[in-house]
């Protein structure tokens, strides 16, 4: 015979269970990740650049008399953006992100990101990670895959999150945060 709960101790159990979850959600403005045991969470920043003598990112070919931009079928960029602990510019360099973006899309809402996040600094240094997906960009969130990674990364997998934190259009510079979790 299964042992029974009174009433009492039934909502006893339930209210400290959801002051749990309300304390949780007020110390850090959002209910906690699923993520699976033994899985690295990475918190980073991309400093991407879209003109200047400086840039970090370049259109490099597309359709043949069609405006090559982020929302045109075809056109592909290549990507050099340094990455930082921080949102500040004067914050520590962990690495570059490599790679490229091409609009994968008719209508210019899809981009087919393939990127390598390359560490030389911190205690990731000498190691990769290699993002690939899809990126709809008119989404405030855009996840892509890890789909392997080399050093102290070898076998990884897992899924990566950008955010524009900040984006200039007089300029084309934008702020993206990037958070990675991933397993080995």
Known sequence: ?????????????????L????????????LPPSVPSGATNLVFYLYDKATGNNATVA??????????????????FVVDDPIMV??????????????????ADHDGDNVNVVLSIVFDHLQYKGSTLQLQGI??????????SVVSGTGKFRFARGYALFQTEHYDPLTSHSIIQLRITVQT
């Open 1 to 17: 015979m299964a042992p029974s709960f009174s009433t009492p101790m039934k909502l006893l159990s339930l209210s400290m269970l």
């Open 59 to 76: 259109a490099v070919t597309g359709i043949k008399g069609k405006d090559w931009s982020y929302h045109t079928f075809g056109s592909v």
């Open 19 to 30: 002051i749990s979850i309300i304390m949780v959600y007020e110390g850090n403005g959002e």
């Open 135 to 144: 990126a709809r960009q008119h989404e405030n969130i855009r996840e892509v």
């Open 86 to 103: 921080g949102p500040s510019e004067l914050s520590d360099p962990v690495g570059r992100a490599q790679g490229m973006l091409v609009v």
